[in-house]
């Protein structure tokens, strides 16, 4: 045999090597995507794509090599998230409101080629997931002008839902009017209560009746449906053309970086492994009605040196002058200071609840 004959039959050996090792790689894939379903997790994780790709590259010490063997990489994980896009097309994603609301587009954006499901309010898509109709859930948690979410929260607090990501989707909001109105025309505008706080100066300004709808998108639906020229929604450009109604003015939310964040809530936890740092957590507790009792929870999370992000109190429906607390913590707490941080914490606690464990905030674009 000559030099290329010698070659070619090496190639053949190595892709039949290769064919093999392909089929067990995608086996691995197919594992990975029914956790994710699971779990409630996007399919596309840049974090874990990256560290992959600096740590397999390490294994080739040709230089030259090396720079293609990355490309090789890329295009790997590029198949398996083809193919794993492929097995979830069947999952099915809960959200409060009606195709166009910002729950459905945050939700089309963290799972891509799931099943949208719509319900008509939180506790319905929350508990569509406790009964498994659906295999998570995106709902609201809060928004950077009207605050936190209540509903939302006070759900996560008592029920059994865990938090496996939290994502954050800029929200523009905009005046939609019938195809022939202009803002001269309007006299009522629809949205819900968050939105219509996040416009109230534009519509103060404007001397607009502010009517609270359960969604956007059912504010928007509703003025098409009823047909009247002095009505108006406040919603999304994309809820516009679902309904064919016109922009009559753009972004008139009050804050220009208005957003909303959103939490994917799945029935299992994503509990990360304890040499992991770069995630967060949420946890909430009742503190044992005695003095100082939430002093010392507080100094017990901050001598372990976990920041809080955001601590906030809630209400307890069914006991009166009875809080409980939310706190939104940077850091670990799978790691062994984090184990040793709650049960120091439990001992102040009536309740302790770990909410779930999510890598930092993820924009969706």
């Known amino acids: 045999m000559n030099k290329l004959e010698i070659a070619r039959?090496?190639?053949?050996?190595i892709d039949k090597q290769m064919a093999e090792l392909f089929c067990e790689r995608m086996?691995?894939?197919?594992?990975?995507?029914?956790?994710?379903?699971?779990?409630?997790?996007?399919?596309?994780?840049?974090?874990?794509?990256?560290?992959?790709?600096?740590?397999?590259?390490?294994?080739?010490?040709?230089?030259t090599y090396r720079a293609y063997y990355i490309n090789f990489l890329r295009d790997v994980m590029k198949i398996s998230r083809s193919y794993q896009h492929k097995l979830l097309n069947g999952m099915k994603v809960a959200y409060?409101?009606?195709?166009g609301a910002f729950a459905h587009i945050a939700a089309g954006k963290i799972f891509e080629d799931s099943q949208r499901v719509a319900f008509p309010n939180?506790?319905?898509?929350?508990?569509?997931?406790?009964?498994?109709?659906?295999?998570?859930?995106?709902?609201?948690?809060?928004?950077?002008?009207?605050?936190?979410?209540?509903?939302?929260?006070?759900?996560?607090?008592?029920?059994?839902l865990y938090v496996n990501g939290i994502y954050?989707?800029?929200?523009?909001?905009?005046?939609?009017?019938?195809?022939?109105?202009?803002?001269?025309?309007?006299?009522?505008?629809?949205?819900?209560?968050?939105?219509?706080?996040?416009?109230?100066?534009?519509?103060?300004?404007?001397?607009?009746?502010?009517?609270?709808?359960?969604n956007t998108a059912i504010a928007a639906r509703h003025v098409a449906e009823a047909n009247e020229k002095s009505n108006a929604a406040i919603a999304s450009t994309e809820t516009a053309m679902l309904y064919g109604l016109k922009v009559l003015d753009s972004n008139i939310n009050e804050s220009h970086v208005n957003t909303t964040r959103f939490a994917v809530l799945?029935?299992?936890?994503?509990?990360?492994?304890?040499?992991?740092?770069?995630?967060?957590?949420?946890?909430?507790?009742?503190?044992?009605?005695?003095?100082?009792?939430?002093?010392?929870?507080?100094n017990v999370i901050g001598n372990h040196k976990f920041n809080m992000?955001?601590?906030?109190?809630?209400?307890?429906?069914?006991?009166?002058?009875?809080?409980?607390?939310?706190?939104?913590l940077e850091?670990?707490?799978?790691?062994?200071?984090?184990?040793?941080?709650?049960?120091e914490l439990s001992e102040f606690c009536d309740k302790l609840k770990v909410a779930g464990s999510f890598y930092d905030h993820i924009d969706l674009k």
């Not at 202009?182 to 502010?210: G, M």
């Open 266 to 298: 799945s029935r299992s936890q994503h509990i990360k492994s304890s040499n992991q740092t770069d995630n967060h957590s949420i946890i909430l507790f009742t503190v044992r009605d005695e003095a100082s009792a939430l002093a010392k929870a507080i």
């Open 9 to 13: 039959e090496k190639i053949n050996k």
């Open 122 to 160: 939180f506790s319905e898509a929350y508990r569509a997931v406790v009964d498994g109709e659906c295999d998570c859930a995106v709902l609201p948690i809060e928004n950077s002008s009207a605050g936190e979410v209540g509903q939302v929260i006070d759900l996560i607090f008592s029920g059994s």
């Open 309 to 328: 992000r955001s601590l906030r109190s809630r209400s307890m429906k069914n006991l009166l002058w009875k809080y409980y607390f939310y706190i939104e």
């Open 27 to 63: 086996q691995a894939a197919e594992m990975v995507a029914d956790y994710k379903k699971e779990m409630g997790l996007p399919i596309f994780d840049a974090s874990r794509e990256e560290t992959l790709i600096q740590n397999n590259s390490k294994l080739i010490d040709d230089s």
């Open 331 to 343: 850091g670990n707490v799978n790691s062994e200071d984090g184990k040793l941080m709650l049960k």
């Open 96 to 99: 409060s409101g009606v195709e």
């Open 168 to 214: 954050e989707l800029s929200v523009s909001q905009n005046l939609l009017g019938l195809p022939d109105a202009e803002i001269s025309d309007i006299k009522r505008v629809f949205s819900h209560i968050q939105a219509l706080e996040q416009c109230n100066n534009y519509i103060r300004d404007h001397e607009f009746d502010a009517v609270m709808s359960d």
